[in-house]
């Protein structure tokens, strides 16, 4: 996992690794991300998708989405969706005049309400409208641009290298490729072989990104696909820490249960109490997926209708300190 180590430069701008933080909806708030960063170890860290409609007009003292530190501003991605090029070189704009390193735009979330609004994925039916978006928001920022985006709607990969090379040629500074199509959502495992195909067809760096939930799978896709770095999604849920543990930043896992305490009073702090459960209970699937009777780990702690009742069921759970699976389960992975 050397390679991951490395830096590398975006557009005049050094990441100091090439693990990064995936953006995923409801989970990549401010207090998640918080946790990772003092963990350490990861490359760039990005926002839960934005809607451009909405992001010139947000608040950052009440949104959810659109909220952040100062101090991860220099390693901070803001994700944007829409289908308007004006509206999303707008939004791309402001992204830029709060400081973000950069801004990426969602080309690959299959969600029908995304899609329904011409955004996301649906995107990837029209890849004229989903160029003339890029150029748009290149023309408009100086800032790192990215595109996450999935193999398209069917397995037809030519077609994906051929938007890999549009992607390429309209301004986008590297791609993060997710090889499903996007009616399977998970139903079937990611095609890593077409990250390798991408990877191929364009100068610009490609972060893979499908089903790496051990170090033994980021190690096979680097190697298998010859990707430039990971991007994390729903392990990093999971296991928060795995940036730091895998760049060589942390000798061991800590300890789940101060994590969970950790992450729960950073939703609080940032949220208030009843939000902040809302959000930390969105987290908490993921992280018991990782136990082997995380099904009944995860309802015993869900239950808890307020702060002091989780705290100590949280420390009720881990009492014993369960042993974690070495790869998750899968059907608390939503």
């Keep these: 996992m050397e390679k991951l180590k490395s830096p590398m430069d975006i557009r005049g701008k050094t990441v100091f690794s090439r693990i990064f933080l995936a953006p995923m909806a409801g989970i990549n708030h401010v207090a998640f991300r918080e946790c990772i960063r003092n963990f350490g170890g990861c490359g760039l860290l ?9 992001l010139p007009h947000e608040n950052p003292a009440i949104s959810e989405v659109f909220r952040w530190q100062p101090e991860e501003l220099d390693s901070l991605v803001c994700q944007i969706f829409g289908a ?9 704009r402001r992204i830029e005049n709060e400081g973000f390193f950069g801004v990426d735009l969602n080309f690959g979330c299959s969600v029908s309400a995304i899609c329904k609004q011409g955004a996301g994925a649906a995107l990837l039916k029209n890849p004229d409208q989903a160029l003339a978006i890029v150029k748009e928001v290149r023309a408009a920022v100086s800032i790192p641009l990215s595109v996450k985006f999935r ?10 290298l051929e938007l890999a090379r549009r992607l390429e040629d309209a301004g986008c500074d590297f791609l993060t490729f997710h090889p499903r199509v996007a009616p399977d959502r998970r139903s079937r495992r990611p095609r890593w072989e077409y990250i390798k195909a991408v990877k191929e067809a364009v100068s610009i760096p490609v972060f893979g990104n499908g089903n790496v939930f051990t170090p033994e799978d980021g190690l096979k896709m680097l190697e298998e696909t ?10 990093a849920a999971a296991r928060p820490w795995l940036f730091a543990l895998w760049t060589g930043k942390l000798a061991g896992p800590p300890d789940t249960a101060e994590v969970l305490l950790s992450i729960h009073t950073n939703c609080c702090r940032h949220f208030g109490e009843l939000r902040g459960l809302r959000l930390f209970k969105k987290i908490l699937p993921y992280a018991m997926a990782a136990y082997p009777f995380g099904h009944r780990m995860h309802a015993r702690i869900r239950s808890a209708e307020n702060g002091q009742i989780l705290k100590e069921r949280i420390l009720e759970v881990f009492a014993d300190r369960p042993q974690a699976s070495h790869a998750p389960n899968g059907s608390l992975m939503v």
């Design 46 to 54: 990005f926002t839960e998708m934005c809607s451009a409609k909405a």
């Design 84 to 92: 308007d090029p004006l509206a999303m070189a707008k939004a791309a």
């Design 151 to 160: 193999t398209g709607w069917e397995d037809k990969p030519e077609k994906t």
């Design 226 to 235: 010859g990707c430039d770095g990971l991007s994390i999604g729903r392990m």
